[in-house]
């Protein structure tokens, strides 16, 4: 079996089994070099990849791509690529194309639409195509890794919907909402009923004291405070508000609204929901609804003919007329309480008519009262009237009202009637109502002065009858209402209620909402009709306000929005080259100090060397090397504050480490300044890079000491800390154990605004020229990578103090070990060879002049391919040197792994730049490889070299 066919789960059976003659790849044995080794790449690989070779773009994959495949999977196998993919074959052809161009193709998101488990499907992946090139620059195949990020796609599209769903029901909401936020109650969002409400003005960014001044002394600033300060909603009810209406001068207002705070996931309060709705109708409505209750209290008590009284669900009289006083003789007092069964006849109360009249009225909604009852004096009279149920505001029955009438003297019947009837018109007259009284006998209609305002008629202009008053409903509504009222008189029903347009005076229509009552004689036949109107023209135009708003409200939201959005693009954008611009300012700055003095020390040297006065060049020589070494420092410490540094982290003691340190921090801030340690006893150990630790606080000693010119005390103290959740959210840790180590000083001091800004690369309060102001954006990047974190602490004329959070390595620290003198670098033994694989030709070319100088036979080559043709090659082989970023498709580790699995004892020495985490696995290498950042001195190149052959 061929070794780049083990493993590779059940891709790797599925290819050891498949029948290659097939395919035009005949035997795998007879494999090109170049697929053995990408084959045997993919199928250790984790991630989706696959291979398509040959002009039939034969496929070859690993179990991560099969499950891409879905499906097609494992039908797929051996197959042309583009056949498998028929479906989206016009999406994938110049993408190929291109590959077997020879130009690489790499792409973030491309969406394509699938047919891989019987239906069409949108599906999203970021992926490299790598044209294989082979003998004479001929495209063989192509290499791809991919990965699939459709639920990413789709989820990050559902999360914007529901964000835009949830502004546009905030924006559309009948009520008014607005979200204010920090304790100066600054607005964030307002919808247009807000706006409305509260004079459109602009209050964007604005504190509520700044956009509503004529709040103040209201009491409305003082609640939101409360709100803010104590966590605590507030409800109110119609409280009353006057607003500065601009051109209409203040208004008053009632509002229903709640001020609810909104906290974060600590339970801090950082803003303040508000939502309501303007009361001001609904408290006109109710003060309307109480001075017509009251009005009917007074007719009713006014009414002395008719026995009214109402009873509960139990059938208990709860409330008494005089009415009902009048005519069963009992007092308020007496009866109520009692059951309504005391003023039914015996035979009545048998037969169950006082339940039977509720049951029917609360089935029907009403019931007609035709029974014989009894007085207080014992003597029975004949009582018709009606049976009503009474609700309360959910719809509920509460109770029902019993009217009745003593019919008795039925000679009266007439009298009575017509008495009534005077009595409810003038009642009716003395209102404010708009009434109207409709003899049906004398078909001729009467109305109050209510009426004349509403219509702009007057007596005097027109004595209408019911004709003339029909003929001017407005012709849509004409023939709804005529049938109504011809239903009322046929005794369908006694009350009637409707809405119409009726004709002013000036030809215009009002829109009135008309309710009315008939009356009938002893025989039932209706003979009046009395009723009264309101005028609903305001609300009507309220109402076609609203609904045009709601159509135009979304392209307003959707214009508000998009100015919105622009404006924090723009916004951003500024800010973000702002900060590219200081970035690259400062680093151009300090670099094109640092390249002056090599090139000029180099062309000094090229002089002085034409001028044979080769003396000086060693000067110059270390001119160059004092500047390069600054540089290196420069991108280290720019490193560190990207936190893309290598590290070498190991267990170690503070206390120790500060104790070592101690006579050089003396020497380096001088006699003026004096040094205390307040070492915590027990201290734990944290898993740092010592160096980097060491440099990190002799930085903070040079700052401090900086700040005191005219000395002070430096104190470097330790200790150990527990975080808690809400401590260590503070900090921007993790909750858990930590050590801190805390340098401080008695100097200048720094203001809030310094200390916002400390961290940012470059900045610095010390004079041009006077430090790079990397030093504590190094400490910042250097703690952050090993999993920590900084804060400054300082009061202006009273002293610094700068943390720094490590976190607790469980374990015992590595003793520190001792340092021996460099020795110089052995020379190679006889045949031993060195691959050597980096992009950069000048690093390439000073690497394998050095192993040739110590003996070694140097190889090169420019990428992972052409490094790779040696490895599968005869030559042999000691060591692997490879650079970490590569260009053509295959990075240094999988050009390690890749060569690996050829020649498993081959060692590996990575050269980088900075530590690719992600590829070097988060710095777990196998046995065999290491890392060496760059720059490195020749004679460390040389040492490791030799140390990694022998081992």
């Not at 009434?435 to 004595?463: C, H, K, M, P």
Request: contains cysteine; charged residues 25%; glycine residues 8%.
């Amino acid at each position: 079996m061929q070794s780049f066919l083990e493993g590779g789960g059940q891709l790797g059976l599925l290819l050891r089994n498949f029948d290659w003659e097939e395919t035009g790849l005949g035997s795998p044995a007879d494999w090109p070099t170049p697929l053995k080794t990408l084959v045997g790449v993919i199928l250790g690989s984790n991630q989706p990849m696959f291979v398509a070779w040959g002009s039939d773009q034969v496929l070859l994959y690993n179990d991560a791509y099969a499950t891409v495949l879905a499906n097609k999977h494992p039908h797929a196998l051996g197959r042309p690529f583009l056949e498998v993919w028929s479906e989206i074959r016009d999406d994938l052809i110049p993408i190929v194309d291109q590959a077997y161009s020879g130009l690489p193709v790499q792409m973030d998101d491309i969406m394509l639409m699938m047919n891989r488990r019987g239906y069409l499907e949108e599906t999203h992946f970021a992926f490299s195509y790598t044209p294989i090139i082979v003998k004479n620059g001929l495209v063989e195949g192509l290499f791809c890794a991919c990965n699939e990020i459709t639920e990413q796609v789709l989820a990050d599209r559902r999360r914007e919907a529901d964000s835009q769903r949830q502004r546009r029901m905030f924006e559309q909401a009948p009520g008014f909402i607005a979200i204010l936020q920090g304790p100066d109650h600054i607005f964030e969002f307002a919808n247009a009923t807000y706006r409305r409400l509260f004079g459109n003005r602009e209050f964007v960014c604005k504190s509520v004291r700044e956009a509503y001044p004529d709040l103040s002394g209201q009491g409305f600033f003082e609640l939101l405070d409360r709100v803010y300060q104590t966590g605590e909603r507030f409800v109110a009810d119609q409280i009353k508000v006057v607003l500065d209406q601009q051109d209409a001068g203040p208004r008053e207002h009632f509002l229903d609204f709640i001020y609810a705070p909104v906290c974060d996931d600590a339970g801090q309060v950082t803003g303040i929901f508000v939502e309501g709705h303007d009361a001001t109708e609904a408290r006109s409505a109710q003060a309307e609804l109480r001075k017509s209750e009251e009005r009917s209290r007074r007719i009713i008590e006014g009414v002395k003919d008719h026995s009214i009284f109402t009873v509960d669900v139990d059938n208990t009289i709860i409330d008494w007329t005089p009415g009902a006083e009048a005519i069963f003789g009992w007092q308020a007092g007496e009866i109520e309480g009692q059951v309504v069964d005391i003023l039914y006849t015996p035979e009545d109360q048998e037969q169950g008519i006082p339940a039977l009249e509720l049951q029917t009225a609360r089935a029907k909604g009403c019931a007609n009262d035709e029974r014989w009852h009894v007085r207080r004096d014992g003597t029975r009279f004949f009582a018709n009237g009606s049976v009503r149920p009474l609700h309360d505001a959910d719809g509920k029955i509460t109770g029902f009202i019993k009217i009745a009438r003593d019919e008795t003297e039925r000679r009266a019947a007439d009298a009575i009637l017509r008495e009534t009837e005077q009595r409810y018109r003038l009642a009716a007259k003395a209102t404010n109502d708009a009434i109207w009284d409709w003899d049906l006998g004398a078909n001729r209609v009467e109305w109050n002065e209510a009426v004349s305002v509403l219509f702009g008629y007057t007596a005097e202009q027109v004595t209408p009858t019911a004709d003339w008053w029909v003929a001017n409903i407005h012709p849509d509504d004409r023939v709804r209402v005529e049938r109504d009222i011809q239903q009322v008189i046929d005794g369908d029903r006694d009350q009637w209620t409707a809405e119409y347009r009726f004709r002013r005076s000036d030809g215009t229509f009002a829109d009135v909402f008309d309710r009315g009552h008939v009356f009938r004689d002893q025989n039932g036949e209706a003979v009046r009709m009395i009723g009264a109107m309101f005028d609903l023209t305001e609300r009507k135009r309220a109402e076609d306000e609203l609904r045009v708003l709601n159509e135009t409200l979304e392209t307003r939201v959707s214009e508000r929005t998009a100015e919105l959005v622009a404006a924090q693009d723009a916004l951003r954008q500024a800010q973000k080259m702002d900060a590219v611009g200081q970035l690259t300012g400062g680093l151009a700055h300090d670099f094109n100090n640092l390249l002056t003095g090599i090139s000029g020390s180099l062309e000094m040297m090229q002089i002085r060397i034409a001028q044979g006065r080769t003396s000086d060049v060693e000067r110059y020589v270390g001119a160059a090397q004092g500047a390069a070494k600054r540089a290196a420092a420069l991108t280290h410490r720019l490193l560190a504050f990207a936190r893309r540094q290598t590290l070498a982290p190991k267990p170690t003691n503070v206390n120790d480490l500060i104790s070592g340190m101690e006579d050089l921090i003396r020497r380096t801030v001088g006699p003026a300044i004096e040094l205390e340690t307040v070492n915590a006893a027990g201290l734990w150990s944290s898993l740092i890079d010592p160096s980097q630790l060491e440099n990190a606080i002799l930085n903070l000693c040079i700052n401090a000491r900086d700040a005191m010119p005219k000395g002070g005390i430096i104190t470097i103290e330790t200790c150990n800390r527990w975080m808690d959740k809400h401590t260590a959210e503070q900090r921007g840790l993790e909750p858990g154990h930590y050590i801190s180590l805390c340098v401080s000083d008695n100097g200048t001091g720094m203001s809030a605004d310094v200390i916002a800004k400390a961290f940012d690369p470059f900045f610095t309060t010390k004079p041009i020229g006077e430090g790079t102001g990397l030093g504590l954006s190094m400490i910042y990047g250097f703690a952050k990578q090993s999993g920590g974190s900084v804060s400054i602490y300082s009061e202006i004329d009273q002293g610094t103090m700068v943390c720094v959070y490590l976190p607790r390595h469980l374990g015992d620290a590595e003793a520190e070990a001792m340092e021996t003198d460099v020795e110089p670098a052995p020379r190679a033994e006889v045949g031993e060879t060195v691959l050597v694989i980096d992009d950069e030709p000048t690093v390439r070319m000073l690497v394998a002049e050095v192993l040739t100088d110590l003996g070694y036979t140097a190889i090169e080559a420019v990428d992972g391919a052409a490094g790779l043709k040696v490895v599968n090659s005869d030559l042999r082989l000691d060591l692997l040197v490879t650079d970490v970023g590569l260009p053509g498709g295959l990075n240094g580790r999988q050009v390690a792994d890749a060569a690996r699995a050829v020649r498993p004892d081959l060692k590996v020495l990575f050269i980088t730049g900075y530590a690719e985490n992600a590829v070097l696995s988060h710095g777990h290498l196998d046995p065999g490889m290491h890392v060496l950042t760059k720059p490195f001195a020749i004679d460390v190149l040389a040492t490791r070299i030799r140390e990694l052959i022998e081992r």
